[in-house]
């Protein structure tokens, strides 16, 4: 055969053709990788529906008799047998894992008691099972607000519906328990009529609101991450009704929500050592993300940890939300060509390095809690130590933000690290002025850092009495949460379903 120059000499036309073929193929090439990068979901459902039920009927398994297959893949939410390097389903208790937290969070219901989260499934019972609801730090009692049930359940809604939305909020959250039972489920993220996705938690559509965005507006695959936003997100709770806000105002990096925080003085507990007053950082996975190149390029959180799967010819979501780390051929694979372990070891390689950084942090903020102590302890004046302790809620606050995001690190690896290094950087200014104040008191040692090598050591040297703790935690389990149960099956009777 001769070569195909020459052949083109011979007939000019073949040129155009292979000219047009080109065109063709690279016009094809272009339109799937838009569509596998964009991933706009499809109208990919048609069904008979079984079931008529109210717009905030709360029972999953209602709704899942008109979307089965969603409803199944949803119950396995349940399943803990999958744990990653640092995340997934599995129950980890932190503080054992990593007791420095117990002293960061001293004077704090965390320090008592803190796992880390599984799938949507044990919403409810998470909560119920946790040492922190109502019980009592440093012999206070302490009962969380209602406003801690916002992101457990599509009860909340419904309550909401019924009472008012500020009315919801207020007491402590033992007054709702008996409401509060089904876990975050359909009527959390889906419109009973027409099955589109909705927002139904106030606090991300006032925030939006006072940022001049109308959340009614964004597109379809803003939403794909939007439902996730009104629990994945850092909050907090405002004034004396506990009115859940979310601190946007001036911008969603860690910074933009300090500064909003200081201007309002806002603190959510005085730490008991240092007495610093401090921030808690809740699980900023929206803002971090949204800071990362996945978001950048247009994904959503459902593109990952909600996947599209096959069931018999018929294409539809995953609603298995879990970590995408297992399920790499529905999720990385969709977009990227690397193996399964490459793609493992990309994701462990950014958290890795990230969480080097942040366990310096953490000892640094251990050492300058117990250093302020001590000042407090030699007679140092309120004055004297102002500057130092807003420099360790500063530093706290970044160490946080990273470490309560728990995708934070893959999702946006750069920012994580950006705010881990600038909080080093305040919490060394932090010790450094401690230095210096310890000094003119006549401390000139080094202090030694206390032996919390243990969570139960590290418990016993912030003074929490656990043996306590856990009596009544046993008290709560065996005779509140069975009455509430009780009270939920009669209520839930009289809800209105027609089979048709
Ligand atoms: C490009 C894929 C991708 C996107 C998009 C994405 N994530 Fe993730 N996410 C991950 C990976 C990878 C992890 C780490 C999983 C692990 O360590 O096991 C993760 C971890 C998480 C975790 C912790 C999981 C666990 O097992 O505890 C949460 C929560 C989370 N992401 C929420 C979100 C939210 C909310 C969004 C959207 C705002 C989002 N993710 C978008 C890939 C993604
Ligand atoms: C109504 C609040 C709410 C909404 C909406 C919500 N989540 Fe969650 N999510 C939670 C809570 C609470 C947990 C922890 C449950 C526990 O540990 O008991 C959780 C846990 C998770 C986990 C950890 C699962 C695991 O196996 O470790 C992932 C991943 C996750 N959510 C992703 C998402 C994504 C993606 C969306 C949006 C499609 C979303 N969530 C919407 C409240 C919510
Ligand atoms: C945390 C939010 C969330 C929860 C909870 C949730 N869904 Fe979805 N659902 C989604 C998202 C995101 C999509 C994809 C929507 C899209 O891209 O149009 C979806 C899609 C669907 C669809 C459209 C068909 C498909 O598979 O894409 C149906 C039907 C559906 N969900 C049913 C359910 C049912 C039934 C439940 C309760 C058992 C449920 N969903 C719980 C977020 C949620
Ligand atoms: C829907 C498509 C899509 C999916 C799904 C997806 N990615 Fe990506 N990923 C991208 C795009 C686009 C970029 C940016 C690359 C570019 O534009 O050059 C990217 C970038 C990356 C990078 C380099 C950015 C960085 O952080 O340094 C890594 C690593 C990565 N992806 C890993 C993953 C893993 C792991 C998963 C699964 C948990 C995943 N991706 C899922 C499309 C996707």
Redesign the pocket.
Known sequence: MKPIGEQIKEKPWLGWIIFLCTIIIVFFLGLLASSIIER??????A?TPEVEHSQWEPR??I??K??????NR??QTSDTSFASKYNGGAMRDMLEEDPRLVVLWAGYAFSKDYSQGRG?FYAITDIQQNLRPGSPVDGAKSPLPNTCWTCKS?DVPRVMQEVGIAEFYKGSWETRGHEIVNF???????DAQN???RITRPALIEAFDRRGVDINKVS??E??SL??A??HVEYYFQGDGKYLAFPWDNGFTAENMEEYYDSYSFADWTHSISKTPMLKAQHPDYELFMTGIHAQRGL???DCH?P?MNEGGQ?????K?QSPLNNIANTCQVCHREETSKLIANVYERQDKIKQNRDKLEELLVRAHVEAGKAWELGAKETEMQAILQNIRHAQWRWDFIAASHGGSFHSPIESARIISTGIDIAQEARIKLARLLATYGYNNELPYPDISTKAKAQKFIGLDTEKLRNEKDRFLKEVIPQWKKQAEEREKNYETKNI
């Open positions: 706009r979901a499809e109208a990919v459902f069904y999953n398994e709704w899942g008109n979307f089965p297959r969603q409803y949803y119950m949507h599509p975050i489920g359909c009527a959390d993220c889906h099955m589109n996705l379809h695959q939403m794909r439902v996730c009104q629990c959503s959180c459902a909600m599209y294409k539809f979501t995953d609603h939300i």
